[in-house]
């Protein structure tokens, strides 16, 4: 007899993180789960299955956000928030790393000379392109070591 694998809890954090995001009730996810897999309960799920309501709440998410129309104002504070301090830390990180690979390296100075104005100062789009350079140079330098 062949073993069926359980369902991992990466699996139903993400089911329920996302259905919360998009403000499912527990029997809305249940009917999702019937409708979309013809399972009763979603602890019963495989991971092949929790794979699919992931999708499938996914769509839903997209329809969800969709629906929900931005002002212009909210849109352009959107884009003039400053930059996250996850964004900080892994840039900090890549720089130590190129550091390591035997270049000098300032953060700061590579903010001001691409966009005139510290990284502090970034946006979070600007700040997402500038670690996005970051990583290349990263692997430029370690694929040469």
């Known amino acids: 007899m062949r073993e069926v694998k359980k369902l ?3 699996h139903l954090k993400k089911i329920w993180a996302t259905a919360n995001e ?7 996810l249940k009917q999702i789960v019937f409708e979309s897999v013809k399972e009763e309960s979603i602890s019963n799920l495989t991971p092949g299955k929790a794979v699919l309501i992931v999708a499938r709440l996914n769509e839903l998410r997209k329809e969800y956000y969709s629906k ?8 352009l504070r959107y884009k003039l928030q ?14 130590n790393e190129i550091k390591k690979a ?3 390296f ?19 789009a600007q700040a997402a392109k500038l670690i996005q350079v970051l990583l290349v140079i990263r692997s430029r330098l370690l694929s040469h070591s």
């Open 68 to 75: 929900q129309k931005k002002s212009k104002l909210e849109l």
């Open 102 to 104: 035997g270049k000098q």
């Open 106 to 124: 300032d953060l700061d100075q590579f903010a001001q000379r691409q966009y005139n104005k510290p990284f502090d100062l970034l946006t979070r």
């Open 8 to 10: 991992s809890a990466e």
């Open 22 to 28: 998009i403000h499912l009730t527990k029997d809305q």
């Open 82 to 95: 400053k930059r996250s301090y996850s964004q900080v830390m892994k840039a900090i990180e890549i720089c």
